[in-house]
């Protein structure tokens, strides 16, 4: 397994970011055949954010800093392209869209896992996770099928010499540690700081290769079969500034919470 | 079997912990099986998780297993979960268990499911549920394969005391060679960590300035509560960044988040609105957090907050 990464003797660094797609943050949340389907109607698309601002950023800035490339990867329909095509724009090299529509988390990891191999990559790149399903799980999954190091939420990657020193969240603080190439990270708050496409940036990433490629062989063994909308609130009770006994009171015995 | 992997701080098992057996041994139930934890490095309370529904607490003690790595813990407990006989493997969805979980599913060849927030139903497939889309709708995902493993979201159950401490037996499992090497760890220390807080004070750009924190760890002082902030605090340093919550920060779940000039922006509240019990104290009657919340004080925060510290010291000091 060992030997489907090259490491490169002469830092040029090739790196794999993993983009994702999701509703934007405001977007509505409804769900047709009787709550089976997530409802895409009208909804805005953003590339996933972690994988924007912080992922795909601090990977150009690597390359930038010690040469090499970048290159995208996303599995997906082709509706994803606009997406890649401004993660091409915010300075990405090319990118690859493996051709599906995913189902659950395994089977993405699995064909970015695949690809990866055929790549010699230094280091893949993830965010920390996608804003929709929360799952955290992918760049864990790739990690495990290339048996390589995984460091989850980096909040600072910097390469020193053959190694890269990666800080990541734990509870209530952080922790440092040298990891050896190549590596799975996925990228949280503080990596780097977002890029926003300028035109020229865009002109270019139209005439960027973006390959795409037919997916392998992958199971789905967990997936959603039902969605609910929660409960909705009760309306707010308001407290009297002036009488925060009574918010105290509220919270004792109504609330029971303190 | 359900097998889960107990996480300790600092050798010792908390909340977290006790919920995750808890959480194992009424999956185990439902399921008609035994629960069992496993702890892995040295501990001093791990005997503790019997009382919590483990009816074997396993350890595999090797001192390389002090500093966390997901390579080398992913192997282990994957050859301790084949060695138990493990169906489902259960993990805290912490930092930690964030980073084993993909990897076990993988190794394990086991269908999984982050931050599952109730115990599994069982009767016509295996099938659990999990907040999503920032809290605003609620997905129940089946399990497909015989193997499953499962991350708990934190303050999802209580834990239950249901049987006794038990001794934790050694577990034979070789080690490998970690590959990566931990150069330091910093945490603040005396504070319950944010994830697993039950009561959480949290402040926003509404305090006007780093210099005015005071009023705030007070009262978080009064109620032994945790304090956050929202994004743009931490983003101008008025706050360290682990304690920025929110959809870009930490998601939490507390029993009770007291929000204190923070406008309640949709992505401000996608990490907090699966907390039980909202309070918010704004100026504007017309902030979007009035919508979320449980309870609302429409006030200027620096008269509010010390009057509620006030209060809060008198409960206290009656209860
Ligand atoms: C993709 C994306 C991700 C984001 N992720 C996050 C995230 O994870 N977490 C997050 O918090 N934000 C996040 N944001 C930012 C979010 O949209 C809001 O901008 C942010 O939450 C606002 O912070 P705030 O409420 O502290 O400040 P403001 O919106 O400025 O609100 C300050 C509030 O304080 C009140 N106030 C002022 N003075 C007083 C006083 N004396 N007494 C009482 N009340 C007073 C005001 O009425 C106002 O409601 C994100 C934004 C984007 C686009
Ligand atoms: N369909 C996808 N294509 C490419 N990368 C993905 C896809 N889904 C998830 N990822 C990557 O995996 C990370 C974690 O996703 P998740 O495990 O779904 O929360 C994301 O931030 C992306 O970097």
């Given at each position: 397994l060992i030997n489907f990464f090259i490491p490169n003797i002469h830092f040029n660094m090739k790196l794999l970011v993993c983009v994702s797609k999701t509703p934007d943050t405001t977007a509505k949340i409804a769900f047709t055949g009787g709550g089976t389907?997530?409802?895409?109607?009208?909804v805005q698309y953003i590339m996933n954010p972690y994988d924007e601002w912080y992922a795909l950023v601090r990977a150009i800035e690597l390359k930038e800093k010690e040469g090499g490339s970048v290159t995208i990867v996303n599995v997906g329909p082709a509706a994803n392209d606009a997406v890649i095509r401004k993660g091409l724009a915010i300075g990405a090299d090319e990118a690859v869209r493996i051709n599906a529509d995913p189902k659950s988390s395994m089977y993405v990891a699995k064909q970015i896992a695949e690809y990866a191999k055929q790549g010699g990559f230094d280091a893949v790149f993830c965010g920390?996770?996608?804003?929709?399903?929360?799952?955290?799980?992918v760049g864990a999954m790739i990690a495990e099928y290339l048996d390589v190091p995984y460091i989850s939420f980096a909040s600072k990657l910097e390469k020193e010499g053959d190694k890269a020193v990666i800080h990541r969240e734990i509870e209530g603080g952080s922790e440092a540690a040298e990891v050896p190439f190549p590596f799975v990270v996925s990228a949280a708050k503080g990596l780097a700081e977002q890029r926003i496409p300028n035109m020229r940036g865009i002109m270019m990433a139209k005439r960027k290769p973006l390959q795409v490629v037919e997916p392998v062989e992958a199971a789905d063994l967990a997936t959603v079969v039902q969605y609910e909308l929660p409960p909705e609130k009760s309306e707010v009770k308001l407290v009297d500034p002036e009488n925060m006994d009574e918010l105290v009171r509220l919270l004792h015995e109504e609330a029971k919470v303190i | 079997m359900v097998l889960v992997f107990a996480e300790s701080q600092k050798g010792q098992f908390k909340k977290a912990a006790f919920e995750a057996v808890t959480f194992g041994k009424q999956t185990a139930d439902a399921l008609g099986t035994s629960c069992v934890a496993l702890t892995l490095g040295s501990s001093d309370?791990?005997?503790?998780?019997?009382?919590?529904?483990?009816e074997k607490v396993y350890t595999v003690?090797?001192?390389?297993?002090?500093r966390f790595d997901s390579q080398v813990y992913t192997k282990v407990i994957a050859a301790a979960a084949n060695e138990l006989g493990a169906s489902v493997v259960v993990l805290s969805h912490s930092s930690t268990g964030k980073s084993l979980l993909g990897r076990l599913a993988v190794r394990l060849e086991a269908g999984s499911v982050a931050g599952v927030n109730a115990v599994p139903t069982v009767d016509g497939g295996f099938k659990v549920t999990k907040s999503v889309f920032s809290g605003k709708a609620i997905a129940q995902y089946e399990i497909h394969s015989n193997r499953k493993v499962l991350s708990l979201m934190g303050n999802s159950l209580q834990p239950a005391a249901v049987g006794a401490a038990v001794s934790p037996e050694n577990l034979a499992i070789e080690v490998p060679a970690s590959s990566i090497q931990v150069k330091s760890v910093e945490v603040v220390e005396g504070t319950v960590p944010l994830p697993e807080a039950e009561l959480v004070v949290s402040a926003g750009r509404?305090?006007?300035?780093?210099?005015?924190w005071g009023i705030v760890e007070e009262l978080a002082g009064t109620l032994g509560a945790t304090t956050a902030c929202s994004r743009p605090v931490a983003d101008s340093d008025?706050?360290?960044?682990?304690e920025h919550v929110g959809q870009t920060g930490v998601a939490i779940r507390p029993n009770l988040y007291i929000a204190i000039g923070?406008?309640?922006a949709i992505q401000h509240l996608a990490g907090v609105?699966?907390?039980k019990v909202i309070v918010v104290v704004n100026?504007?009657?017309?902030?979007?957090?009035f919508k979320a919340a449980d309870y609302g004080v429409v006030g200027d925060l620096f008269d509010v907050l010390p009057r509620l510290n006030e209060s809060l010291k008198k409960f206290k000091a009656e209860a």
């Open positions: 389907e997530f409802d895409t109607n009208g920390k996770e996608t804003i929709d399903y929360n799952g955290a799980e | 309370n791990a005997g503790e998780l019997g009382v919590y529904g483990a003690g090797d001192d390389s297993l002090n509404g305090m006007k300035g780093p210099e005015n008025w706050r360290p960044h682990h923070i406008s309640g609105n699966n907390s100026k504007d009657p017309e902030a979007p957090f």
